[in-house]
């Protein structure tokens, strides 16, 4: 993994030469700095008008993908003319066209149910909050204390154990935060592809240039359908860690920069 500007000469002619590029990017923690509770998590002006001005330019189609809810989401970024996926790509909407997956809606009740257990049992620690994002729940604890993490975790387990070995659940897990899926195989690097093929088609390119960037596990899978496809893929971390991504920067306040550079 090179540091992003360090390669920038090996990294420029790519984006100079590319016919079309499908800019996608996470949102929370790469496009903004990771906050105690999810709704503050707010676009900053400058990256909205950065990223309005990168879909206005025909060379790019630019798209967030996240864990957050669709509705969340776009009320969140408020652009219009790009795509969204939420839900790990579980609701896209982009192109012209929606995509919702048919098995997760059939989860959709089930997850509330299990989402109110949860939210029982995790009672009594300080910090701990389901949050249900209707195709999808998360567990989070960033504000819970380190003597407590334990706990969550076990909790945590105690409930979807049974579901998960039986496979009516995926699991996976963020940063400071566990995630509670339908069975259905699908990933932001499903995603991807799914994006990338609909791009060539709107946009009757063959050779677009895939640009993902994010910070957390979650994108890894992001990053390696964009590393299969001739892409770009960057990690956004401050600490050096194992990653299938070719580039990594530091900080969103760095992702702006190659926006800006964009
Ligand atoms: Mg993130």
Redesign the pocket.
């Known amino acids: 993994m090179q540091y992003l500007f360090g390669a920038w000469d090996k990294v420029r002619p790519l984006i100079k030469k590319a016919e079309h590029i499908l800019l996608l990017s996470?949102?929370?923690?790469?496009l903004t700095p990771?906050v105690e509770r999810p709704e503050i998590a707010n676009l900053s002006e400058n990256t909205r008008k950065l990223l309005r001005t990168l879909a206005k330019n025909p060379r790019y189609t630019v798209g967030i993908i996240?864990?957050r809810a669709l509705a969340d989401l776009k009320g969140k970024v408020g652009l219009e003319g790009i795509i969204y996926a939420g839900n790990h790509g579980l609701e896209i909407e982009g192109f012209g066209y929606s995509y919702f997956d048919p098995v997760a809606e059939e989860v959709r009740p089930f997850l509330q149910l299990l989402g109110n257990v949860l939210s029982t049992t995790l009672k009594g620690i300080r910090g701990a909050f389901v949050e249900n994002k209707g195709l999808t729940l998360s567990v989070h604890y960033r504000t819970v204390d380190e003597t407590e993490e334990e706990a969550v975790a076990d909790t945590f387990k105690r409930v979807t154990d049974p579901l998960h070995t039986t496979g009516r659940i995926r699991v996976t897990q963020?940063?400071r935060v566990y995630e509670i899926r339908p069975p259905v195989d699908w990933d932001k690097g499903k995603a991807v592809i799914w994006l990338l093929e609909k791009c060539r088609q709107v946009k009757r390119k063959g050779r677009i240039l895939p640009i993902y960037i994010?910070?957390?596990l979650?994108?890894e899978d992001g990053f390696r359908a964009v590393e299969k496809n001739n892409g770009i893929s960057i990690l956004?971390s401050d600490e050096l860690r194992q990653s299938l991504a070719g580039y990594f920067v530091k900080s969103p306040e760095e992702v702006v920069k190659l926006l800006e550079m964009l």
């Open positions: 996470d949102y929370d923690g790469t990771i996240s864990g963020g940063k994010g910070d957390d979650t994108d956004v």
